[in-house]
């Protein structure tokens, strides 16, 4: 396999670290670009050891006047591919940041693609999400169907996939959208005001405490476990044809419900604590500025969210890279718990 130079941005995030470490492993040179807004540098040592080079650095950075590069744009140079993952992800936060999850979520798209046609990067991988379909009723979702999300996280990736789009036809850039269903895995992000579901329920079990649980309905999720995603962004990487924006989605096309997951993850850590239940409506009430002024969030839209099924439609996927996830979710599970009592 022929050794290149990649850049990934949100490099030290959950999925950017863990996709920067196997490219590192492979001989890749990698180029890990975060402004740490998010990230860790623990996700950075994986046995005593660093891995690739840590540009601290903001996606939106834009050109500096007589420069040749902008700060962003010379770590670009000679780049074989770009994983653009640098996002905000937490939907509250996006909600309650309507203008910076814009700047960060769809205009710093715009840079980053920009800085790439410039620079004459070979492909970008846009990690778009699951959550576009978030007013898409079907039981499988497809990449076929209208998309038309309100949510501000939701709306940002959708216009920013419509960025690549357009740079895609303008310029014939090659790019792909993957659309992240939920994923999981060790060094997802369990400290943050609302983390991933999966890793707030082992740290919670992991500390002997009761999780708050607010949607125990049957409705159903569709979960990745982190190692096969990174598979297939590497199966991605290595395609050999050119593509034109085209949307794929990352899923594993089986749906658990909250009592599933809830359940599989006391029988691995052994633990019988029953959780507490919140109301879907308050699922977001720690975050008060949503409900202040004459304006409030409307609360049923919150208990949309919290019952909101979402499972993937992976034919498209799998008949393009030949790829399904295959880690079945006892085991991914247990890797997200032991990571919760190793840092317990
Ligand atoms: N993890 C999931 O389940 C999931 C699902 C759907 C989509 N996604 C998308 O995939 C991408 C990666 O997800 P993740 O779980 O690794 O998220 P993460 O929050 O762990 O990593 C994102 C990284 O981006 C960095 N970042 C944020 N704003 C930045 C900026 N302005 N400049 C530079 N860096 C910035 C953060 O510091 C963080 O390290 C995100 O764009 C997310 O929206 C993730």
């Not at 996002?87 to 980053?112: D, H, K, R």
């Amino acid at each position: 396999m022929k050794k290149t130079k990649i850049v990934i941005t949100g490099g030290a995030g959950f999925v950017g670290s863990q996709l920067g470490h196997q490219l590192h492993k492979q001989g890749h040179q990698v180029v890990l670009i975060d402004n740490m807004s998010f990230g860790h540098l623990d996700n950075l040592v994986v046995d005593n050891e660093t891995f690739g080079q840590l540009v601290v650095q903001d996606i939106r950075s834009t050109a500096k006047k007589n420069s040749v590069f902008n700060n962003l744009e010379r770590h670009f140079e000679d780049v074989d591919t770009v994983f653009h993952l640098a996002g905000i992800s937490a939907l509250p936060v996006c909600q309650t940041n309507p203008q910076e999850a814009f700047e960060i979520n769809t205009a710093a798209v715009g840079n980053v693609l920009e800085i790439s046609r410039r620079m004459g990067v070979r492909r970008v991988i846009f990690s778009s999400t699951s959550a576009v379909y978030e007013n898409n009723t079907s039981d499988f979702l497809s990449e076929k169907e209208e998309v038309n999300p309100d949510l501000v996280y939701a709306q940002s990736k959708k216009f920013a996939e419509s960025i690549c789009g357009a740079f895609s036809k303008n310029y014939g850039m090659d790019i792909i959208i993957a659309r992240f269903f939920n994923l999981y895995g060790a060094h997802q992000d369990f400290k943050r005001q609302s983390p991933p579901f999966t890793s707030y329920l082992a740290r919670e079990l992991a500390a002997d405490r009761a999780p708050k649980i607010y949607n125990m309905s049957d409705v159903k999720r569709d979960y990745v476990y982190v190692d096969d995603c990174l598979a297939l962004l590497q199966i991605m990487m290595n395609a050999p044809k050119k593509y034109k924006a085209d949307i794929f989605n990352i899923g594993s096309g089986i749906g658990y419900s909250v009592p599933q997951i809830y359940k599989l993850i006391c029988e691995i850590s052994g633990k019988k604590i029953s959780p507490t239940e919140g109301k879907p409506e308050s699922f977001w009430d720690m975050y008060t500025d949503l409900y202040t002024g004459p304006h409030p969030l409307n609360s049923s839209r919150i208990s949309k969210e919290v019952f909101k099924s979402a499972v993937a439609n992976t034919q498209k996927t799998f008949e393009e890279f030949a790829w399904k996830a295959t880690c079945p979710m006892e085991r991914g599970l247990e890797t997200v718990y032991q990571y919760a009592v190793e840092r317990r």
